[in-house]
């Protein structure tokens, strides 16, 4: 069964800047476009930022682009999420999964089970 297990969430002040990966197993990563999505309190889950599989494009949800990047290595089966000048509106449980297009997540065939980051003084 494929899945993503995620890492590098945790709690940072304004300002501050936090490094996100995944890691994907049981599946061809490197067949699927691999999206991060979030859930923010009492808000829908969102597509922040999305890869294609071999690594020539990349999408950005506009409040997150200029201080977000993502990257991938399909050698290591991973994607990695840069997060600077992070803001509280950015908090939520962020999730990896597999990218069905237009970064968004329905539909996403393979998920991970989230990692949390807080922005907050």
């Known amino acids: 069964q494929g899945k993503f297990v995620e890492s590098g969430g945790g709690l940072v002040e304004p300002g501050g800047s936090l490094r996100l990966s995944c890691t994907a197993s049981g599946f061809a990563f490197d067949q699927y476009p691999i999206g991060w999505f979030r859930q923010a309190p009492g808000k829908d889950l969102e597509g922040i930022s999305c890869?294609?599989?071999?690594?020539?494009?990349?999408y950005y949800r506009p409040s997150v682009a200029g201080r977000f990047s993502i990257s991938r290595d399909n050698s290591k089966n991973s994607v990695i999420l840069e997060m600077t000048n992070l803001q509280p509106e950015d908090t939520g449980t962020y999730y990896c999964a597999t990218d069905v297009g237009a970064c968004a997540p329905d539909g996403a065939e393979y998920w991970g089970q989230g990692t949390q980051v807080t922005v907050s003084l």
């Open positions: 890869i294609s599989s071999v690594n020539d494009y990349s």
